[in-house]
């Protein structure tokens, strides 16, 4: 994983993640790093991660998206 984050952004890090039913490019704004330890990192990360989730759910944007597959 380290290896695929040494291509980043120099202005952001990303990272792209693939699954079976899903392809998501993420790339961190926040700066993680004031946050020492690397568990409360994640935890904060995870945390911002549900919350965009969250939001994302009620926008225009995600109804949009989901229309897609009414023209299939």
């Known amino acids: 994983m380290f290896n695929e984050l040494e291509d980043y952004n120099p202005e952001y ?12 490019n993420i790339s961190l704004k926040k700066d993680y790093s004031k946050i020492k330890n ?16 969250e939001e994302f759910k009620n926008t225009q944007e995600s109804d949009d998206l989901m229309e897609y597959y009414n023209f299939k």
């Open 38 to 53: 690397i568990k409360e990192r994640k935890i904060e990360f995870f945390k911002d991660l549900n919350d965009f989730i």
């Open 13 to 24: 890090p990303e990272i792209e993640l693939e699954t079976d039913d899903l392809k998501i």
